[in-house]
């Protein structure tokens, strides 16, 4: 055990202040006997008045200091305030009178919460008291100026005159979307929404041959095996039926609006069709011409509504007037013919049969004016024309679709097809484009869902349709576009109607 005894003796004198200062300092040990005197020289430096002024005012500011960040006072704010302007003056915008009130008033900002007001030092544990939501505000706002300085953006907006027009405060008095819709249709995935699905009953659940859409009226057509024909209507949530109509032993083959939308020509398993009558509500039969025999299926209606065509297996065409439906004219070709398509002005009608050549017909003079070789094709089994004209279309039994160059159609005889589609690998029901020549869909009735949607701008496939969890799409026999394009319905061999909509158009 050592104990230590200092004994100090300090001389202040006004003429030395800084002088050494003598320490003599005596230790004594339990284990010898003897005892030794050590001095030690210690040399201090003793504090003048003017250092105690120093020492204080640097313990103030430490304090000061301390009280800034951990302070708990009441006066907190006006604390963190008044020690900020001392170091740099925050400018503040005063409201003038002839600044322009808010276009707007939030409930939820006006309402003031009490929360818990910040620890910046996490190191030193501290009672944290409630405060507002605005004081909790301005320490957040203090704390950010104080250690990474005030940004530029902010200065810009304290320096601003009131006084100046703001070009951007109309853009923000309103609420919605800035950026306008593109009017390009856009490749990859296609935006649609799957909507209720038509209501039918157990009745009804037969293959569907027709599904079409009214070119006027928000309605749609289904027609098949059940010898039933609905009209529904359209409006994406319900889609109530709105009439039922039952063909006695006429299993209908194919259903077609007239162009004003009035009356629906109707064919099936007979040498005859019917007339459903929209606007008198009554079904007329209209028999072909005497003698006539061969069983009516598939037929076209042209886009001008003047001219009904039938055609059938052994290669006529029946041209029926759509007005008066009396029989105008029969011409054929060699083969039989699968598909009849028109362009949009009704001035040329295009015929393709099982030897995969097309034939194009002067409508007026009902006479065949040129044709030309479907690509790869033994069979053509459909086809349609851009109303631009800029594509004409087939489908193959092979279950390859051709989309040729209108222009080359029409002056080769033997065309090359700007894409070829590989996408579906059994014979193609239907090629359908709609009304802006953007849109593409195509269907094989072999295998379930076998439909495609293609962009024909880029000529690729729409990745996301069908979609794979939609199981409901089954096997398709019919689909068609609205008259602008902004729904989409699947007919499936199960007398389901499917309907989807496609945001990208914004009309029915």
């Not at 302070?71 to 503040?92: F, H, N, Q, R, V």
């Not at 007919?491 to 158009?505: C, E, Q």
Request: charged share 30%; hydrophobic share 35%; with cysteine.
């Amino acid at each position: 055990m050592v104990s230590v005894i200092e004994n100090i003796n300090v001389n202040n004198s006004e003429d030395d202040s800084d002088a050494p200062v003598e320490v003599t300092t005596k230790t004594s040990k339990t284990k010898t006997r003897k005892k030794k005197t050590v001095k030690r020289r210690v040399k201090y430096t003793l504090a003048t008045e003017e250092d105690n002024e120093l020492n204080e005012k640097h313990v103030d500011e430490e304090s000061a200091l301390t009280h800034l960040v951990f302070g708990d006072d009441d006066d907190y704010l006006e604390e963190l305030t008044s020690a900020a302007g001392k170091d740099k003056p925050i400018k503040t915008k005063k409201p003038t009178t002839d600044s322009k009130r808010a276009a707007w008033v939030d409930s939820e900002e006006v309402t003031e919460e009490i929360v818990r007001e910040p620890n910046f030092n996490q190191m030193v544990p501290r009672k944290r008291r409630k405060i507002t939501t605005g004081e909790y505000e301005t320490k957040l706002k203090f704390e950010y100026e104080r250690v990474m300085g005030r940004p530029s953006w902010a200065e810009k907006l304290l320096n601003k005159n009131p006084d100046a027009d703001d070009s951007d405060e109309e853009l923000f008095r309103r609420t919605g979307n800035y950026l306008t819709k593109s009017t390009v249709l856009r490749a990859g995935t296609i935006d649609c929404l799957r909507c209720a699905d038509f209501k039918h009953d157990v009745a009804h659940s037969k293959m569907l041959r027709s599904v079409e859409f009214h070119p006027t009226a928000r309605i749609l057509l289904t027609a098949g095996r059940s010898q039933y024909l609905n009209l529904f209507q359209v409006d994406g949530k319900k889609n109530e039926r709105i009439q039922s109509l039952f063909f006695d032993k006429f299993s209908i083959d194919t259903t077609r609006f007239t162009k004003d939308g009035n009356q629906v020509i109707v064919t099936g398993d007979r040498n005859f069709f019917k007339v459903f009558d929209m606007i008198e509500g009554k079904i007329m039969q209209i028999p072909m011409m005497r003698g006539f025999e061969e069983r009516l299926g598939k037929f076209e209606v042209s886009p001008d509504g003047s001219l009904i065509v039938f055609m059938n297996r052994n290669g006529q065409l029946h041209f029926v007037s759509a007005k008066s439906k009396e029989l105008i004219d029969t011409t054929q070709i060699s083969g039989n013919i699968n598909s009849i398509t028109f362009r949009h002005d009704s001035e040329l009608m295009f015929a393709s049969g099982d030897e995969g050549i097309v034939t194009v017909f002067d409508v007026r003079r009902r006479a065949a004016i040129h044709r030309f070789i479907d690509d790869g094709s033994y069979s053509t089994t459909s086809m349609c024309v851009s109303s631009n004209q800029q594509y004409f279309v087939t489908g193959q039994k092979s279950g390859i679709v051709n989309v040729y160059s209108y222009d080359d159609v029409m002056k080769n005889g033997e065309p090359k097809p700007i894409k070829y589609l590989k996408n579906l690998t059994t014979s193609i029901q239907n090629v359908k484009l709609n009304a802006s020549s953007e849109l593409l869909a195509i269907n094989s009735y072999h295998l379930s869902r076998a439909v495609r949607l293609v962009h024909m701008p880029t000529l690729t496939v729409y990745e996301n349709f069908p979609e794979f969890h939609d199981k409901k799409i089954q096997i398709v026999n019919g689909l068609d576009f609205s008259p602008n394009s902004g729904f989409l319905t699947l007919g499936n061999n199960n007398g389901k109607v499917l309907l989807y909509r496609l945001k990208h158009f914004s009309t029915y």
